[in-house]
T-cell receptor, first 112, second 111 residues
Framework: KAGVTQTPRYLIKTRGQQVTLSCSPI?????VSWYQQTPGQGLQFLFE???????NKGNFPGRFSGRQFSNSRSEMNVSTLELGDSALYLC???????????FGPGTRLTVT | DAKTTQPPSMDCAEGRAANLPCNHS???????VYWYRQIHSQGPQYIIH???NNETNEMASLIITEDRKSSTLILPHATLRDTAVYYC????????????FGIGTKLQVIP
């Protein structure tokens, strides 16, 4: 069974631009969560989607948004990029959100 | 969700058992203990989880104290490939919730 895939793997953007990251969960998994990882803050929860609905949201500004499609694939969007948004963005999937999560390899975003 | 406390770093000799501690003194009765690890530049990998009984799988063993306020992840024969950051988290069983990861323990396996 294929694992969680994320595209693109690396991205360089300029301050003020916007970016969209994509995540394809493991087949059959309906819960998708997004995390931001930086050296100083560790892994921080962004939001979780289940059946196209956002169920939980972390403490991030409204510039961070996401959505989930009917096939469980998910995208997250960051608008008006700031230098501090440079991070590894990780996506994780699970069957319903209450079991162990399986993580993708992440998207490394660099904002210049 | 309850918070966890882990030492920031540990060393272990190759071939020896690595014992990684985690304190979760505010854990609730319906919260599970989960362990993940993250090898450099990769996404975190699920290792094991438990509620109150000790658990073992092909990767590791999880020992949870009787009062459930702490646990230990045991890698029985550490190899260089076990060098990673290990995260201990607690989360409720059933339902759905945001998952909080701390900074974890950086385990360095030494040849």
């Amino acid at each position: 069974k294929a694992g969680v895939t994320q595209t693109p793997r690396y991205l360089i953007k300029t301050r003020g631009q916007q970016v969209t990251l994509s995540c394809s969960p493991i087949s059959g998994h309906r819960s998708v969560s997004w995390y931001q990882q930086t050296p100083g803050q560790g892994l921080q929860f962004l939001f979780e989607y289940f059946s196209e609905t956002q169920r939980n949201k972390g403490n991030f500004p409204g510039r961070f948004s996401g959505r989930q499609f009917s096939n469980s694939r998910s995208e997250m969007n960051v608008s008006t990029l700031e230098l501090g948004d440079s991070a590894l963005y990780l996506c994780a999937s699970s069957w319903t959100g209450s079991e162990e999560q399986y993580f993708g390899p992440g998207t490394r975003l660099t904002v210049t | 969700d309850a918070k966890t406390t882990q030492p920031p770093s540990m060393d272990c000799a190759e071939g020896r058992a690595a014992n990684l501690p985690c304190n979760h003194s505010t854990i609730s009765g319906n919260e599970y203990v989960y362990w993940y690890r993250q090898i450099h530049s990769q996404g975190p990998q699920y290792i094991i989880h438990g509620l109150k009984n000790n658990e073992t799988n092909e990767m590791a063993s999880l020992i949870i104290t009787e009062d459930r306020k702490s646990s230990t992840l045991i890698l029985p024969h550490a190899t260089l490939r076990d060098t990673a950051v290990y995260y201990c988290i607690v989360r409720r069983g059933g339902g759905y919730q945001k998952v909080t990861f701390g900074i974890g323990t950086k385990l360095q396996v030494i040849p």
